[in-house]
């Protein structure tokens, strides 16, 4: 993608009006499209932010327009895993609508231009994730909590489960948040690096290591946290 480009507006109206229309309730829109709706805002975003002279205003400028709408659709689709159901088409479907919703946060918290609106906007349908309302303080916190809870369920074993922990560990290395927007879920995260670092899976094992042992935001606040214990 060069400059000449099309306008982030026109490369993300589509996917983010699928995923809105589906919160509204407005039209028959399938599992299968929202999956796509997830790739497509993934890859579009990826993109924009490969080219040198974009600073991630104009996405900025989109997503604010529907930061806490777009919070509510994602989280919606990460909780389908942590749902029971007995189906085993839904649960395979469940898990396929989890897994790109999951890769789209990861494009997401990796484009500080993508996830700058959702650190000032909360949306009332997360304060269930969490008794402690510092801990849903806004859309990021919720989204985190959320990755938290699939990656250490606390219900029925979750269907692919491994491959999901992996690709949110892949999305806590790759994010650019602050430390000061991690912090309402550090103690979430940290128990979900324990479990990183001690898999039999070693591309999530590693991971877990680099994440906790290079100057990434997560590392910092563990540092202080067990400095103050």
């Given amino acids: 993608m060069t400059e000449d480009s099309p306008p982030a507006a ?3 109206s589509l996917p983010i ?10 039209g028959d829109i399938s599992v299968y499209d929202l999956a796509e709706a997830y790739n497509a805002l993934s890859q579009r975003l990826e993109s924009l932010q490969k080219i040198p002279t974009n600073n991630g205003s104009g996405v900025t400028q989109i997503i604010a327009q529907y ?6 659709c994602i989280v919606r689709d990460l909780e389908t895993v942590l749902k029971p159901n007995d189906d085993d088409e839904a649960t395979v479907e469940n898990e396929l609508l989890c897994r ?39 859309d990021i916190a919720a989204i985190f909590k959320i990755l938290c809870c699939i990656c250490i369920p606390s219900g029925k074993a979750i ?52 994440v906790c042992t290079n100057s990434h935001p997560v590392a910092l606040l563990t540092l202080i946290r067990l400095s103050a214990t």
């Fill in 67 to 72: 930061p806490s709408e777009l919070a509510q």
């Fill in 17 to 26: 009006k699928t995923l809105i229309s589906s919160r509204r309730g407005d």
């Fill in 100 to 138: 790109h919703a999951i890769n789209c946060v990861s494009s997401i918290l990796a484009f500080s231009g993508a996830h700058r609106p959702f650190a000032s906007s909360s949306c009332p349908s997360c304060l269930h994730l969490c008794t402690d309302r510092d801990v849903v303080e806004n």
């Fill in 159 to 210: 269907f692919n489960h491994d491959k999901l922990f992996s690709i949110i560990i892949w999305t806590f290395k790759a994010q650019t948040l602050s430390t000061e927007q991690l912090e309402g879920t550090v103690d979430d995260i940290i128990s979900v690096l324990h479990r990183a670092v001690a898999s039999h899976r070693e591309e999530t094992q590693s991971d877990g290591l680099e």
């Fill in 10 to 12: 026109t490369l993300l």
